[in-house]
């Protein structure tokens, strides 16, 4: 589902978890914030103004399990 805004940008919405832990295979924890899931990757990012912003990504590969999180629907800015 895309919708515009007052700007005219074209959003479309995506699911993200937040407060998610990730186990590493290595057996390391680490907590964040916000990230959302592709095939290949897990992409770490923020909520910024009502809308996900990524900035780093972390290899499915090196993921075991992904831990205590909540599921949401959130607007993400088309490129």
Do not use: P
């Not at 700007?7 to 959302?36: C, H, P, S, W």
């Not at 900035?55 to 831990?67: A, C, P």
């Amino acid at each position: 589902m895309n919708i515009k805004n007052t700007k005219d940008d074209t959003y479309k919405m995506i699911e993200i978890l937040q407060n998610a832990t990730v186990i590493y295979t290595d057996g390391v924890r680490e907590q964040f914030d916000t990230m959302r899931l592709t095939d290949k990757w897990v992409i770490i990012g923020r909520i910024i103004d009502g809308e996900f912003v990524d900035y780093g990504v972390i290899s499915r590969q090196n993921i075991k399990e992904i831990n205590e999180c909540t599921k949401r629907k959130i607007h993400k800015m088309k490129l």
